[in-house]
């Protein structure tokens, strides 16, 4: 039973680039969020998809966006990247809304020069 | 103030010893708790959910205090093994989750 798969694990890009970062989740699970992570911090919650959906967001700018797929795999998207948004991105999925708790990815760790 | 918070330690404890973890949260429509675990430079990884009449799981005991807005976290007989970050976690009914900065624990020989 595969767990949550994260692609990239490494990433770099230049200030002002976009980037693209995946991730499917367990299977059986049907709703996936986005956190990012930087050094010495706990995950910072970006937003939650379901049904397709964004439906919980964190205090991020629109630079950040996201998708869900019918497979209710998800993307996430950063544009005009900025140096504070090197980090360690997590992509955890549960089932609804996560009452038994999340499954995360191994992460993709961005880093943006 | 953060949402929720935690004492960032780092706790250094000799093999055997009993260690807690304390965590406050500030919303109060706060509907599940959870403790993770995580070693450095890996994901997450669910420890334990943490319920109102508390729990416990071998080694490891949740308490939840609602009328406080407490967590905590308690480890017995420390192993080198539960050297970790032990992050504590809050969901609301809506989906959102917030996680503290984390607790280090180190255990040493």
């Known amino acids: 039973d595969a767990g949550v798969t994260q692609s990239p694990t490494h990433l770099i890009k230049t200030r002002g680039q976009q980037v693209t970062l995946r991730c499917s989740p367990k299977s059986g699970h049907d709703t996936v969020s986005w956190y990012q992570q930087a050094l010495g911090q706990g995950p910072q919650f970006i937003f939650q998809y379901y049904e397709e959906e964004e439906r919980q967001r964190g205090n991020f700018p629109d630079r950040f966006s996201g998708h869900q797929f019918p497979n209710y795999s998800s993307e996430l998207n950063v544009n005009a990247l900025l140096l504070g948004d090197s980090a360690l991105y997590l992509c955890a999925s549960s089932l609804d809304l996560g009452f038994d708790g999340y499954t995360f990815g191994s992460g993709t760790r961005l880093t943006v020069v | 103030r953060k949402e929720v918070e935690q004492d960032p330690g780092p706790f250094n404890v000799p093999e055997g010893a009993t260690v807690a973890f304390n965590c406050t949260y500030s919303n109060s429509a706060s509907q599940s708790f959870f403790w993770y675990r995580q070693d450095c430079r890996k994901e997450p990884k669910l420890l334990m959910s943490v319920y109102s009449s508390g729990n416990e799981d071998g080694r490891f005991t949740a308490q939840l205090n609602r009328a406080s807005q407490y967590i905590s976290l308690l480890i017995r007989d420390s192993k080198l093994s539960d050297s970790a970050t032990y992050l504590c976690?809050?969901?609301?009914?809506?989906?959102?989750?917030?996680f503290g900065d984390g607790t280090t624990l180190t255990v040493k020989p």
């Open positions: 976690v809050v969901n609301t009914n809506a989906g959102k989750s917030t």
